[in-house]
Protein backbone atom coordinates (compact mmCIF):
# COMPACT_ATOMS: atom_id res chain seq x y z
CA UNK A 1 0.00 0.00 0.00
CA UNK A 2 1.67 3.66 -1.20
CA UNK A 3 1.75 5.70 1.89
CA UNK A 4 -0.37 8.98 1.80
CA UNK A 5 0.95 11.89 0.47
CA UNK A 6 -0.35 14.77 2.83
CA UNK A 7 2.30 17.96 1.96
CA UNK A 8 4.25 18.04 -1.00
CA UNK A 9 6.40 20.84 -2.19
CA UNK A 10 7.96 20.95 -5.49
CA UNK A 11 10.77 23.11 -6.83
CA UNK A 12 9.74 26.37 -4.73
CA UNK A 13 11.01 29.47 -4.96
CA UNK A 14 10.34 32.94 -2.87
CA UNK A 15 11.67 35.97 -3.88
CA UNK A 16 11.33 39.14 -1.69
CA UNK A 17 12.32 41.86 -4.10
CA UNK A 18 15.50 40.57 -6.78
CA UNK A 19 16.53 38.50 -3.51
CA UNK A 20 16.33 35.05 -3.57
CA UNK A 21 14.99 33.61 -0.76
CA UNK A 22 14.16 30.06 -1.50
CA UNK A 23 15.93 28.50 -4.31
CA UNK A 24 13.71 25.67 -5.68
CA UNK A 25 13.65 23.79 -2.84
CA UNK A 26 11.32 20.25 -2.79
CA UNK A 27 10.65 17.85 0.04
CA UNK A 28 7.08 16.55 0.99
CA UNK A 29 5.71 15.00 4.40
CA UNK A 30 3.32 11.72 4.22
CA UNK A 31 0.73 10.72 6.18
CA UNK A 32 1.72 9.85 9.95
CA UNK A 33 5.19 10.89 9.88
CA UNK A 34 6.76 14.03 12.20
CA UNK A 35 9.36 15.51 9.75
CA UNK A 36 11.79 17.98 10.95
CA UNK A 37 13.04 20.94 8.60
CA UNK A 38 16.46 22.29 10.38
CA UNK A 39 18.74 25.00 9.27
CA UNK A 40 20.38 27.95 11.12
CA UNK A 41 18.65 31.43 11.06
CA UNK A 42 18.14 32.77 7.79
CA UNK A 43 18.20 29.34 5.97
CA UNK A 44 14.91 30.03 4.86
CA UNK A 45 13.07 28.31 7.13
CA UNK A 46 9.85 30.36 8.32
CA UNK A 47 9.86 31.60 4.34
CA UNK A 48 9.18 28.16 3.35
CA UNK A 49 6.05 28.18 5.81
CA UNK A 50 4.96 31.53 5.15
CA UNK A 51 4.85 30.20 1.11
CA UNK A 52 3.13 26.93 2.34
CA UNK A 53 0.52 28.33 4.30
CA UNK A 54 -0.18 31.35 1.70
CA UNK A 55 1.36 34.53 3.77
CA UNK A 56 3.81 34.66 1.59
CA UNK A 57 3.41 34.63 -2.44
CA UNK A 58 5.66 32.09 -4.34
CA UNK A 59 7.88 32.96 -7.44
CA UNK A 60 8.09 29.47 -8.80
CA UNK A 61 6.78 26.03 -7.94
CA UNK A 62 4.31 24.37 -6.84
CA UNK A 63 2.56 23.20 -3.19
CA UNK A 64 0.26 20.02 -3.11
CA UNK A 65 -2.06 18.93 -0.24
CA UNK A 66 -3.76 16.22 -0.10
CA UNK A 67 -3.11 15.80 -3.45
CA UNK A 68 -4.30 19.29 -4.90
CA UNK A 69 -2.48 22.59 -5.80
CA UNK A 70 -2.52 24.97 -2.68
CA UNK A 71 -0.51 27.42 -4.24
CA UNK A 72 -1.39 30.92 -4.06
CA UNK A 73 -4.87 29.99 -1.71
CA UNK A 74 -4.95 32.31 1.26
CA UNK A 75 -4.59 30.91 4.79
CA UNK A 76 -8.00 31.30 6.21
CA UNK A 77 -8.96 28.80 3.05
CA UNK A 78 -6.23 26.11 4.09
CA UNK A 79 -6.89 25.97 7.53
CA UNK A 80 -10.16 25.08 6.64
CA UNK A 81 -8.84 22.01 4.82
CA UNK A 82 -6.82 21.48 7.28
CA UNK A 83 -3.47 22.95 6.95
CA UNK A 84 -2.28 25.10 10.19
CA UNK A 85 0.49 26.40 11.00
CA UNK A 86 1.57 27.70 14.90
CA UNK A 87 3.78 30.87 13.93
CA UNK A 88 7.50 31.67 15.04
CA UNK A 89 6.55 34.00 17.61
CA UNK A 90 3.46 32.58 18.83
CA UNK A 91 0.79 35.53 17.76
CA UNK A 92 -1.54 34.79 20.38
CA UNK A 93 -4.21 37.36 21.03
CA UNK A 94 -3.13 38.69 24.15
CA UNK A 95 -6.33 41.03 25.40
CA UNK A 96 -8.41 37.95 24.81
CA UNK A 97 -8.13 34.66 27.82
CA UNK A 98 -6.53 31.71 27.21
CA UNK A 99 -10.37 30.36 26.82
CA UNK A 100 -11.01 32.75 23.91
CA UNK A 101 -7.69 32.08 22.17
CA UNK A 102 -8.83 28.72 21.72
CA UNK A 103 -11.91 29.31 20.38
CA UNK A 104 -10.94 31.53 17.82
CA UNK A 105 -8.39 28.14 16.87
CA UNK A 106 -11.70 26.91 16.73
CA UNK A 107 -13.66 29.86 14.05
CA UNK A 108 -13.53 27.50 11.32
CA UNK A 109 -15.62 24.92 12.52
CA UNK A 110 -19.51 24.16 13.06
CA UNK A 111 -19.61 21.07 14.89
CA UNK A 112 -20.80 20.55 18.62
CA UNK A 113 -17.52 19.31 19.75
CA UNK A 114 -15.84 22.36 20.26
CA UNK A 115 -16.11 22.10 24.49
CA UNK A 116 -14.72 18.72 23.94
CA UNK A 117 -11.89 19.84 22.06
CA UNK A 118 -11.12 22.39 24.84
CA UNK A 119 -11.45 19.77 27.31
CA UNK A 120 -8.66 17.82 25.49
CA UNK A 121 -6.52 20.57 25.12
CA UNK A 122 -6.79 21.43 28.97
CA UNK A 123 -5.61 17.91 29.55
CA UNK A 124 -2.36 18.46 26.96
CA UNK A 125 -1.83 21.69 28.87
CA UNK A 126 -2.82 21.91 32.64
CA UNK A 127 -1.07 25.07 33.29
CA UNK A 128 -3.67 26.61 30.72
CA UNK A 129 -6.40 25.24 32.51
CA UNK A 130 -5.49 26.65 35.47
CA UNK A 131 -5.54 29.94 33.71
CA UNK A 132 -8.33 29.58 31.33
CA UNK A 133 -9.47 33.43 32.34
CA UNK A 134 -6.10 35.16 32.17
CA UNK A 135 -5.55 37.42 29.10
CA UNK A 136 -2.68 35.66 27.31
CA UNK A 137 -0.69 38.58 27.50
CA UNK A 138 0.09 38.36 30.67
CA UNK A 139 1.50 34.90 30.51
CA UNK A 140 5.17 33.61 29.45
CA UNK A 141 6.25 33.03 26.48
CA UNK A 142 6.21 29.53 27.16
CA UNK A 143 2.88 29.17 28.41
CA UNK A 144 1.86 31.64 25.41
CA UNK A 145 3.82 29.09 22.76
CA UNK A 146 1.65 26.30 24.90
CA UNK A 147 -1.92 28.51 24.31
CA UNK A 148 -0.71 28.80 20.61
CA UNK A 149 0.12 24.66 20.28
CA UNK A 150 -3.18 24.67 21.81
CA UNK A 151 -5.20 26.90 19.52
CA UNK A 152 -4.03 25.32 16.51
CA UNK A 153 -4.88 21.76 17.49
CA UNK A 154 -8.58 23.34 18.19
CA UNK A 155 -8.87 23.80 14.58
CA UNK A 156 -8.10 20.15 14.42
CA UNK A 157 -5.44 20.12 11.73
CA UNK A 158 -4.59 16.78 9.19
CA UNK A 159 -0.89 18.34 8.89
CA UNK A 160 0.34 20.90 12.04
CA UNK A 161 3.33 23.67 10.79
CA UNK A 162 5.34 24.42 14.16
CA UNK A 163 7.74 27.36 13.07
CA UNK A 164 10.35 27.62 15.51
CA UNK A 165 8.45 26.48 18.78
CA UNK A 166 11.55 26.55 21.27
CA UNK A 167 12.66 30.29 20.11
CA UNK A 168 13.38 31.81 23.39
CA UNK A 169 12.34 29.61 25.79
CA UNK A 170 13.89 28.26 29.26
CA UNK A 171 15.40 24.97 29.06
CA UNK A 172 12.61 23.78 31.17
CA UNK A 173 10.13 24.60 29.09
CA UNK A 174 11.94 23.53 25.82
CA UNK A 175 11.95 20.36 27.53
CA UNK A 176 8.10 20.41 28.10
CA UNK A 177 7.61 21.37 24.42
CA UNK A 178 9.34 18.74 22.42
CA UNK A 179 7.45 16.53 24.90
CA UNK A 180 4.10 17.73 23.64
CA UNK A 181 5.18 17.88 20.04
CA UNK A 182 6.06 14.34 20.33
CA UNK A 183 2.56 13.03 21.94
CA UNK A 184 0.52 15.03 19.35
CA UNK A 185 2.59 13.16 16.99
CA UNK A 186 1.80 9.78 18.92
CA UNK A 187 -1.62 10.68 18.87
CA UNK A 188 -2.05 10.52 14.74
CA UNK A 189 -1.44 13.81 13.99
CA UNK A 190 1.29 14.22 10.74
CA UNK A 191 3.75 17.35 11.81
CA UNK A 192 6.31 19.13 10.26
CA UNK A 193 8.47 21.07 12.43
CA UNK A 194 10.97 23.82 11.84
CA UNK A 195 13.38 24.36 14.36
CA UNK A 196 16.54 25.52 14.78
CA UNK A 197 17.49 23.42 17.68
CA UNK A 198 18.60 20.33 15.52
CA UNK A 199 19.15 17.80 18.26
CA UNK A 200 16.45 18.64 19.31
CA UNK A 201 14.33 18.67 16.32
CA UNK A 202 15.52 15.13 14.64
CA UNK A 203 15.62 13.55 17.87
CA UNK A 204 11.79 13.08 17.72
CA UNK A 205 11.20 13.27 13.74
CA UNK A 206 10.89 10.00 11.20
CA UNK A 207 12.67 11.87 8.70
CA UNK A 208 14.56 15.49 8.50
CA UNK A 209 15.43 17.93 5.83
CA UNK A 210 18.77 20.39 6.32
CA UNK A 211 18.02 23.81 4.46
CA UNK A 212 21.18 26.37 3.93
CA UNK A 213 20.93 29.34 2.12
CA UNK A 214 17.52 28.76 0.32
CA UNK A 215 18.32 25.16 -0.90
CA UNK A 216 17.94 21.42 0.96
CA UNK A 217 21.24 20.45 0.99
CA UNK A 218 20.58 16.62 2.91
CA UNK A 219 17.47 14.60 3.90
CA UNK A 220 16.79 11.16 4.80
CA UNK A 221 15.92 9.40 8.18
CA UNK A 222 16.48 11.24 11.34
CA UNK A 223 18.30 9.12 13.17
CA UNK A 224 21.54 9.27 9.72
CA UNK A 225 20.71 13.35 10.01
CA UNK A 226 21.37 13.65 13.61
CA UNK A 227 24.71 11.02 13.59
CA UNK A 228 25.81 12.29 10.06
CA UNK A 229 29.66 14.44 10.87
CA UNK A 230 28.31 17.28 8.84
CA UNK A 231 25.26 17.50 10.12
CA UNK A 232 27.03 17.29 13.65
CA UNK A 233 29.57 19.81 12.66
CA UNK A 234 27.27 22.82 11.71
CA UNK A 235 24.75 21.80 13.92
CA UNK A 236 25.52 20.54 17.41
CA UNK A 237 28.92 22.02 17.94
CA UNK A 238 31.00 19.12 17.66
Not at 46 to 51: R, Y
Not at 141 to 165: F, H, S
Not at 200 to 214: D, F, H, P, Q, T
Amino acid sequence: MTANVMLEVENLRVAYGGIQAVKGISFKVVEGELVSLIGANGAGKTTTLKAVTGIQPIAAGDIKFLGKSIAGQGAWNLVKQGLVMVPEGRGTFTRMTITENLLMGAHVRKDNEIQADIDKVFTTFPRLKERAAQLAGTMSGGEQQMLAMGRALMARPKVLLLDEPSMGLSPIMVDKIFEVIEAIHKQGTTVLLVEQNASRALGIANRGYVMESGEVTMDGPADVLLNDPKVRAAYLGE
